[in-house]
């Protein structure tokens, strides 16, 4: 028997490396053989029956293959989908319902053919009255988006979605504890403040994109999808196809933030590729993407009562989220944003109720931390409001409520893990390490992950030793590649060179239910690790029959199985054990709700926290800001990828601070004016703070693999409403509607001195 | 119509292709020579995904034409590792988490690369003012900047 072996060093990180050498293939660098290209004809008005659809002049165009349009929509074995609500066709059928929404694709040789015939489909409409705010759409005399309301229960998330018959509203979530009329009449204060937050774009800078092929009846679907397994399920229903019978392969995908999760245009691309009998590709622009998903806007009032010493008595909130033309997965941002409303507070008595409605828009969808920011706009604006108005520092408000840790933010959810107290302490501190003082401005949040406990992972311990892992976690930027590397690494006590993780591929990987709700370090990082427990025990085993020895006395070394000080590589047991000098071993697992060992039957796995500090300054001539020293804290139990997990939470800071200051989808008559990379204006890298520093906590007291929890979704929280409690704090002025526009600062200021003299 | 036939240079080989009038030099290194390092995110010259230089001037590719490129030199990103051997900006930005989902860290690189060409001592402002046309959705930029600044350091000293 030989020594112990160093370890090869092969596969270094090898997906790192491809995205550094322009290698990594993207989604939108998928080509396949006999490949056609499609180009999608949307709507450009918001409301209206399709009086005449003629195809005739563009199909007879040269080089156009097929043009999809909503006659071809009979033949499908369902013709509506959803996740929540069946209520979208697959490409429009009679009436078109938002500007952008595809009414035909046309399918050519070349792009440029495509893009030509486009212009020569004729199309009339009927115009119909719509609405293109929330308010409108419940207006009484409002006009009704979608006749039927086929609500689906249990489809993609748990639960299901309650709309209101007649109305455009398809969403209404409440939450209801103590008495919060009754409180109102013991306070001392009550505040009465309703914000606003408006849809903003997801803005991933690599657009939606999918090449679909058939091949008899086998599906093949190249999709930057975040959800293979969602998307595998929808085109199930819709073309009758069995599930095993479609593949999913997702290829590193440029950005996704809830943009690319559950399902988008997959079904729209296979539809075409069925009809044009080969494959399609269809890639988005980015203003195209713009118009296929956004973040639900919001309109927040909240009405909060206090005894006089500031303890918080009760609070009453109502929500109301503009859904755009289709549901998606509204309905769950509406009952998040009712929970992530109250805050990391202790509060007796809550009476909130969300509402989330259909809009002649473009459909809403999950955006990092649904229904968080907007509700964190609110509730944390609101704290500094009524601090002000009682005299009493901002910060001393938060901690004469807040929750210690192991406190209830609701009785049915799970007692809050982190000690937000702790937080502000080390915002504050690191705040001052930037110099100049104290911040300005905080805010707080604390948000409950909607995490389905449902993924599983296969480890393949290869004859050299080399390993694969298989999981439909995508990489979406996140690092979860490097993360279950490490896990895996740690897991089997080999070097994490030798594991290489595989691209999400349903053909060959087990269930996993999505990417996203900072879900994958958790579910798949335990889904692997007892993949790679299950695939370790089995090698003891097999080393056992070899070595003269129980399984315990052995143990797991790179590149092979150790007794004593004697060495033998995987080659060799696997060669003993079966007789023939290959083989492998694969360790399978499946997390689950029951999943042993962990308390899975209480939401959230973990709560996703943060604290954000920070102060401003603003060039009162002509209304702009610049955040000028910013601090994120976050506690994620532990960080399985220091710098990775650094990086998503300054990322998500950044995100947040373009909801802040730049962003909104803006309509004027029902059309979307600034949906489009050139109008749209996200921060660049000249709008972040000079000054910055992320703060991690880890206690190692998350539900994940070494006592991680998720992350990457919190530091989005708290920035929009720090930025304008330090501008309250600097300038004096209390600015409730997002973003905090030159324009809208410019004013305040203006009105201030006018109030001044 | 006829295609155009065009000579250049791509990362020091001599590359003809042919190409239709309206194609960009960007369609032209992704569709017609299979070149998919250089991204596209807004194809109007707003995102910096697609930055390549030409003639050692860096322009986005989405707003060039492919006929223009007739006698130019090309650098893309497929062109800025020596073999096996990574530049060092790119070995900064995978060490640093200068990047996540990666779809703007060839505009990125192929950037930066060509402001230490011309200036190897670059303040954060100078950085930040070089790179403004390349935009990040994922990381932040701090990383980014962090790295270009390092790497400036570095080679100062080697
Ligand atoms: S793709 Fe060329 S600048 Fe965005
Ligand atoms: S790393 Fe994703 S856009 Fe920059």
Redesign the interface.
């Known amino acids: 028997m030989r020594k112990e072996s160093p370890p090869d060093n092969n596969t270094a990180?090898a997906d790192?490396?491809d995205?550094?050498?322009?290698?990594?293939?993207?989604a939108?660098?998928i080509r396949v053989p006999r490949m056609a290209h499609g180009r999608i004809l949307r709507s450009a008005v918001p409301h209206a029956r399709i009086t005449r659809l003629d195809v005739t002049e563009a199909s007879a165009l040269d080089g156009v293959v097929t043009i999809l349009t909503g006659e071809d929509m009979a033949t499908l074995a369902q013709i509506h989908w959803g996740l929540f609500l069946n209520d979208r066709p697959v490409i429009a059928i009679d009436k078109v319902r938002y500007v952008g929404e595809p009414v035909a694709l046309v399918v050519a040789e070349t792009l440029?053919i495509a893009e030509a015939a486009l212009d020569l489909i004729d199309i009339d409409y009927e115009h119909l009255p719509f609405v293109d705010t929330a308010a409108a759409a419940i207006a009484p005399d409002a006009p009704v988006l979608h006749d039927v309301h086929d609500a689906i229960a249990d489809f993609y998330f748990t639960g299901q979605a309650k709309p209101v018959a007649g109305t455009n509203i398809f969403q209404k979530f409440g939450v209801s504890t103590g008495d919060a009329t009754a409180a109102e009449c013991d306070a001392a204060h009550i505040f009465e403040h309703t914000y606003t937050f408006p849809g903003v774009s997801h803005?991933?800078?690599?657009?939606h994109s999918v090449v679909a092929a058939f091949e008899g009846d086998d599906l093949t679907v190249w999709s930057g999808a975040q959800s293979p397994t969602a998307v595998q399920k929808v085109l199930s229903r819709v073309f009758g196809i069995a599930v095993a019978n479609i593949r999913i392969i997702v290829p590193?995908?440029?950005?996704?933030?809830g943009g690319k999760a559950s399902v988008k245009i997959e079904p729209l691309v296979v539809a075409a590729a069925r009809k044009a009998g080969r494959p399609v590709r269809v890639t988005l622009?980015?203003a195209e993407s713009m118009l296929t998903c956004r973040r639900l806007g919001a309109t927040m009032t909240l009405h909060t009562s206090l005894d006089k010493t500031g303890k918080i008595l009760s609070k009453r909130a109502t929500i109301l989220l503009d859904g755009g033309a289709y549901a998606d997965t509204g309905p769950a941002v509406a009952a998040k944003a009712a929970h992530r409303i109250i805050g990391p507070y202790d509060i007796a008595n809550l009476e909130i109720e969300a509402k989330a409605v259909y809009t002649n828009t473009v459909p809403g969808a999950a955006f990092r931390s649904i229904g968080g920011p907007q509700a964190v706009w609110a509730t944390e604006s609101q704290m500094d409001e009524i601090a002000d108005a009682m005299g009493i520092d901002p910060v001393e408000l938060r901690r004469r409520n807040l929750l210690p840790r192991g406190g209830e933010i609701l009785d049915t959810l799970r007692p809050l893990d982190a000690d937000i107290g702790d937080m502000i302490g080390r915002a504050d501190q690191a705040i001052m390490n930037l110099g100049d003082g104290a911040a300005a401005g905080i805010a707080v949040a604390a948000t409950d992950p909607g995490i389905l406990p449902l993924g599983g992972a296969l480890v393949r311990v290869l004859v050299d030793g080399s390993i694969i892992v298989m999981s439909n976690s995508v990489?979406?930027?996140?690092?979860v590649r490097t993360v279950l590397r490490e896990v895996v690494a740690k897991m089997l006590n080999q070097n994490p060179n030798s594991i290489q993780i595989a691209n999400p591929d349903t053909s060959t990987t087990p269930f996993d239910w999505g990417t996203g709700a900072s879900r994958s370090t958790v579910i798949m990082g335990l889904a692997v690790e007892d993949a790679a427990r299950d695939a370790s025990d089995q090698i003891l085993a097999l080393a056992s029959s070899v070595f003269d020895g129980a399984p315990n006395d052995l143990r797991l070394v790179p590149g092979g199985v150790a007794h004593g000080d004697e060495f033998l590589p995987f080659q060799d047991v696997y060669h003993r054990a079966f007789g023939v000098d290959s083989g492998e071993v694969v360790g399978r697992a499946m997390v689950t709700p029951t999943r042993d060992g962990s308390d899975f039957k209480k939401s959230p796995l973990f709560w996703e926290t943060a604290v954000g500090a920070c102060d401003v300054d603003v060039d009162q001539e002509i209304g702009t800001l610049s955040v000028t020293r910013y601090v994120g804290v976050a506690d994620v139990g532990h960080a399985i990828n220091p710098?990775?997990a650094?990086?998503?939470e300054?990322?998500?800071?950044?995100?947040g601070l373009g909801h802040a200051l730049f962003e909104r989808l803006d309509y004027v008559d029902g059309q979307p004016v600034n949906a489009?990379?050139?109008a749209y204006r996200?921060?660049?890298?000249?709008d972040?703070a000079?000054r910055?520093h992320t703060v991690l906590i880890e206690n190692g007291d998350g539900p994940g693999p070494m006592g991680a929890k998720g992350m990457g979704e919190g530091g989005i929280l708290p920035v929009a409403p720090a930025i304008a409690n330090a501008l309250a704090r600097r300038y004096g002025i209390r600015i409730r509607d997002l973003p905090l526009t030159p324009e809208r600062i410019w004013r305040a200021l203006r009105k201030r001195g006018d109030d001044a003299t | 119509m006829a295609k155009h036939h065009i000579s250049t240079t791509i990362n020091g080989e001599p590359v003809e292709f042919l190409c239709?009038t309206?194609q960009t030099l960007l369609d032209v290194l992704?569709d017609e020579l299979g070149?998919?390092?250089?991204?596209?995110?807004?194809?109007?010259g707003?995102?910096g995904?697609c930055s390549v230089t030409v003639d050692g001037r860096l322009v986005c590719s989405c707003l060039v034409l492919g006929v223009e490129a007739e006698g130019h030199s090309v650098e893309?990103?497929?062109g800025?590792?020596d073999g096996e051997n990574?530049h060092p900006l790119?070995?900064k930005?995978?060490e640093?988490?200068a990047?996540?989902?990666?779809?703007?860290?060839?505009g990125f690189?192929i950037a930066a690369k060509s402001l230490l060409e011309k200036n190897n001592n670059p303040t954060?402002t100078e950085v930040?003012?070089w790179?403004?046309g390349?935009?990040?959705?994922?990381?932040?930029?701090?990383?980014?900047?962090r790295s270009v600044l390092d790497v400036a350091a570095d080679m100062r000293s080697a």
């Open positions: 990180r790192l490396i995205k550094v050498t322009g290698g990594a293939v993207y939108s660098d440029e803005f991933a800078l690599e657009p590193f995908v440029g950005g996704g933030f622009t980015l990489d979406i930027g996140q690092g710098s990775g650094e990086g998503q300054e990322g998500a800071a950044v995100q489009t990379p050139i996200v921060p660049a890298i000249g972040i000079k910055a | 239709e309206q992704r070149l998919t390092g250089s991204k596209e995110g807004c194809a109007s707003d995102c995904a893309t990103i497929e800025m590792a990574l790119q070995q930005f995978l640093e988490a990047l996540q989902c990666g779809i703007c860290t060839p690189l954060e930040r003012y790179l403004a390349n935009l990040c959705r994922c990381t932040g930029y701090d990383k980014i900047i």
